[in-house]
T-cell receptor
Framework: GENVEQHPSTLSVQEGDSAVIKCTYS??????FPWYKQELGKGPQLIID?????GEKKDQRIAVTLNKTAKHFSLHITETQPEDSAVYFC?????????????FGKGTLLTVNP | DVKVTQSSRYLVKRTGEKVFLECVQD?????MFWYRQDPGLGLRLIYF???????EKGDIPEGYSVSREKKERFSLILESASTNQTSMYLC??????????FGPGTRLTVL
């Protein structure tokens, strides 16, 4: 089955700096790669996703890049703010039917220091 | 807005008890999922359902069962709770284009 590795497990940055979280996946058939943000006491919430026919996607201060050949994808947060502090999860799936199930990385605790 | 609700935020049970965790979604989604979340292990899929009365095992189904009698409701059952099932349990339902919407979670403690 699919295996998703996520690094680092913890990341501490100063407000205004950039943060990068990296993930690798094992199944070359995976074609959908979402990123979830989980704030304290809440369930994870989708913040951005990318499909395998796209190399990069941006949404304001957040961007995701995908390298299909190397089977890795990354989350980039620019101009970090204290409210970006949360646990971030990457995931992968093949999409469609029972392949809708997601395989998650172990998560990254991001702390943005004011 | 999609809403996924879980019956309890916190639950304390004793070893050997039968435990029901309920999840309800209000968006007529066909696919629903149960995960458990443990520190350092991320989210692991227990079971999922792609239609009423249809279910498939996820990665860690041992010790759990599920029930989906109505489209909006997906229940996770611990037949005989054990201390190693102490965890955060998250329910999700799948929206149109692969996005999973999560509930707030149930923190279960088994004593």
């Amino acid at each position: 089955g699919e295996n998703v590795e996520q690094h680092p497990s913890t990341l501490s940055v100063q407000e205004g700096d950039s943060a990068v979280i990296k993930c690798t996946y094992s199944d070359s058939a995976s074609n959908y790669f979402p990123w979830y943000k989980q704030e304290l006491g809440k369930g994870p919430q989708l913040i951005i996703d990318i499909r395998s026919n796209v190399g990069e996607k941006k949404d304001q201060r957040i961007a995701v890049t995908l390298n299909k050949t190397a089977k890795h994808f990354s989350l980039h947060i620019t101009e970090t703010q204290p409210e970006d502090s949360a646990v971030y999860f990457c995931a992968a799936s093949k999409g469609g039917g029972s392949n809708y199930k997601l395989t998650f990385g172990k998560g990254t605790l991001l702390t943005v220091n004011p | 807005d999609v809403k996924v609700t879980q019956s309890s935020r916190y639950l304390v049970k004793r070893t050997g008890e039968k435990v029901f965790l309920e999840c309800v979604q209000d968006m007529d989604h066909e696919n629903m999922f149960w995960y458990r979340q443990d520190p350092g292990l991320g989210l692991r899929l227990i079971y999922f359902s792609y239609d009423v009365k249809m279910k498939e095992k996820g990665d860690i189904p041992e010790g759990y069962s599920v029930s989906r009698e109505k489209k909006e409701r997906f229940s996770l059952i611990l037949e005989s709770a054990s201390t190693n099932q102490t965890s955060m349990y998250l329910c999700a339902s799948l929206g149109g284009v692969n996005e999973q919407f999560f509930g707030p979670g149930t923190r279960l403690t088994v004593l």
